[in-house]
């Protein structure tokens, strides 16, 4: 089964689903996730400290509300390998409205961008900006089946300012848009 990015385009009606749009200049995408084989794999919110979470996939996914992208990976255990060490992360839910608005040269010169090998040492994370730095991760280790001018794009934005319309933005033109 195929690594995907899936991010979710949500319904206008929903208040929160709406800021978040029109904070995108009413770009689609509210919410990303990766699904990994049977598994659904994301940051967010939940009830513990952790902010990484992972689910088996189940008929709840209502496809025509999502914009999928297969991810070309050549090694699914070590990226799976991963999304285990991710999962082990100690960052919490959160982003700050604040380096969502900055461009990523402004961004950049104010505060470091994630390291995406060493997830030990994030402490804030959110949902498109976890699968930015795993496509990230992946392309590091040679395991992302892209020229090196498409992964380039993985770096057009720091991931603290990655919205999950500007990551769909990104996968499209990587890997060919949405795989429905």
């Known amino acids: ?38 598994y659904r ?7 513990g400290p952790k902010c990484m979470h992972m689910m088996q996939a189940g008929s709840e996914i209502h496809r025509e509300m999502w914009h999928v992208v297969d991810i070309p990976i050549t090694d699914h255990a070590q990226a799976f390998e991963f999304i285990r060490e991710a999962m082990a992360s100690p960052a919490v839910y ?41 496509l990230r991760r992946c392309a590091v280790a040679g395991i992302l089946s892209v020229t090196r001018a498409k992964q380039r794009l993985l770096w057009s934005v720091n991931s603290k300012g990655c919205l999950p319309s500007r990551l769909q933005i990104i996968t499209d033109k990587m890997f060919g848009g949405s795989a429905k």
């Open 1 to 38: 089964m195929p690594i995907r990015i899936a991010t979710y385009d949500g319904s206008l009606r929903d208040p929160k689903v709406a800021i978040v749009t029109a904070f995108s200049l009413f770009n689609p995408g509210v919410h990303t996730e990766i699904w990994f084989d049977q």
């Open 41 to 47: 794999v994301m940051a967010g919110e939940g009830d």
């Open 94 to 134: 959160g982003y700050s409205i604040t380096e969502l608005a900055m461009p990523k040269c402004i961004l950049d010169t104010i505060d470091t961008d994630l390291d995406c090998c060493h997830p030990e040492t994030w402490d804030r994370l959110f949902c498109s900006q976890f699968a930015l730095l795993f």
